[in-house]
């Protein structure tokens, strides 16, 4: 049963520090996207990848937040430094693009607390 | 601004009622518009697709109804169950697997 992970599934963190999200997209899929989930904004798209190159990242807070896609099966989210602002859960989402299916499928997020 | 106007906020329907969740949009690019479910503590999973080519699409108890003219569509849930109990999500995108829009979601609960 092909499944995105995440981790660490919760994170606990004081305001300043630096906190790494991991994703591992479903293998053989070429699209990851990273969203942000709180509830006063809802789903938010902070960046995408095909084929591990960044298509948009205009979500994303420029300053503090990266994105990367080190290889195929490994994406990453990074904020320095984290701010109590930043408290939301962090969802990762995979999908096979050129396929004709769109499906994204959803990992089971990353819940950060900045305190 | 690229918006995905959702409604209601929050839904209470009785076991085997049917449940409405509409959606608006504004940008006219937009040419595909799923429907996620998400159950707490999970990510959101897809339950529903339609392209604008098309008015209805049916699957199972989940129906969508879509109104190009009017930039609108809806998610009908007939026959509706405890276990559908969950938040829903409209979305919209340009061409798939680019950006993606959300709605702001419906919290759904199917009381017995």
């Known amino acids: 049963d092909a499944r995105v992970t995440q981790t660490p599934r919760h994170k606990v963190t004081e305001m300043g520090q630096e906190v790494t999200m991991r994703c591992q997209p479903i293998?053989?899929?070429?699209?990851v996207f990273w969203y942000r989930q709180t509830m006063m904004q809802g789903l938010e798209l902070l960046a995408y990848?095909?084929?591990?190159?960044?298509?948009?990242d205009s979500g994303m807070p420029k300053d503090r937040f990266s994105a990367e896609m080190p290889d195929a099966t490994l994406a990453t989210l990074k904020i320095q430094p984290s701010e109590p602002r930043d408290s939301a859960v962090y969802f990762c989402?995979?999908?096979?693009?050129?396929?004709?299916?769109?499906?994204?499928?959803f990992g089971p997020g990353t819940r950060l607390l900045v305190l | 601004q690229q918006q995905v106007k959702q409604s209601p906020q929050s839904l209470i329907v009785q076991k085997g009622g049917i449940s409405i969740i509409n959606c608006a949009y504004e940008n006219t690019a937009f040419d595909y518009f799923p429907w996620y479910q998400q159950f707490p503590g999970k990510g959101p999973a897809l339950l529903i697709a339609i392209r604008p080519d098309v008015s209805e699409k049916k699957e199972g108890r989940f129906t969508i109804s879509f109104n190009k003219s009017a930039k609108q569509f809806s998610l009908h849930i007939m026959d509706s169950q405890p276990g559908d109990s969950a938040t829903y999500f409209c979305a919209a995108s340009i061409g798939g697997y680019q950006k993606v829009t959300f709605g702001t979601g419906t919290k759904l609960q199917v009381i017995p």
């Open positions: 989402a995979s999908g096979a693009s050129g396929t004709g299916v769109e499906t994204q499928y």
């Open positions: 990848f095909r084929n591990r190159a960044p298509l948009d």
């Open positions: 293998l053989g899929h070429n699209t």
